[in-house]
């Protein structure tokens, strides 16, 4: 059984994933897994999308490469989906949810290209990730959090480190 347990972070590109993931894993709270740096430095991709200007993920190689890590626990991660993952190796999904124009503004500060940054915009307005986690995760473990502001974000991070204060409790003598 985990002593620690394992959060996904999820959202459109842009929400503020990486962000808070880092600030929280500063914090020493627990460690960020960055499933884009985990899918470079290993390999798990079939080459490289230029439409969508992304890895083209091989999923299979993905879950064997952070398989031993997830199953210790203590992970947070941080990705663009979250339907992968085995319900088993998780005990939260937080999902980030920002308004469109300051999604929009974030995703121009990249210097996406117009159709890249109008599919990002769609999927936020269609709740793709949220629909996306509700399906493949029990209801109750799937939390929807605002992210538009850095006010937002610190409320957002000390919810979820008293989360995660409350999960150790029920579950380490248990
Ligand atoms: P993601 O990892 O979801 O793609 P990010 O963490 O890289 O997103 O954040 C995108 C940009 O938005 C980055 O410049 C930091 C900024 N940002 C993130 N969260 C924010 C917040 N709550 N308030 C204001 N700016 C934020």
Redesign the pocket.
């Known amino acids: 059984m985990r002593r620690s347990p394992n959060i996904i972070i999820t959202?459109t590109?842009?929400?503020?994933?990486?962000?808070?993931c880092e600030s929280l894993a500063e914090k020493g709270v627990l460690k960020h897994l960055s499933i884009n740096q985990v899918v470079k430095d290993n390999g798990c991709h079939e080459g490289w999308s230029e439409e969508h200007q992304s890895w083209i993920v091989d999923e299979d190689k993905l879950l064997d490469a952070i398989e031993d890590e997830v199953k210790e626990g203590g992970c947070i991660i941080?990705w663009?989906a979250c339907d992968l993952f085995p319900e088993s190796w998780i005990d939260l999904v937080v999902v980030?949810r920002v308004d469109n124009t300051i999604l929009y503004d974030?995703l121009a500060?990249r210097n996406y290209h117009d159709a890249k940054l109008q599919e990002n915009l769609d999927a936020e307005i269609m709740e793709v990730i949220i629909e996306e986690a509700r399906e493949a995760f029990d209801e109750q473990i799937v939390i929807e959090l605002t992210?538009?502001?850095?006010e937002?974000?610190e409320a957002n991070q000390d919810r979820i480190e008293q989360w995660i204060k409350n999960w150790r409790m029920n579950n380490t003598n248990a």
Do not use: F, I, Q, Y
Not at 13 to 20: A, I, N, S, W
């Open positions: 959202g590109p842009g929400v503020g994933k990486t962000t808070l941080d663009h980030l974030r500060a992210s538009n502001t850095s937002e974000m």
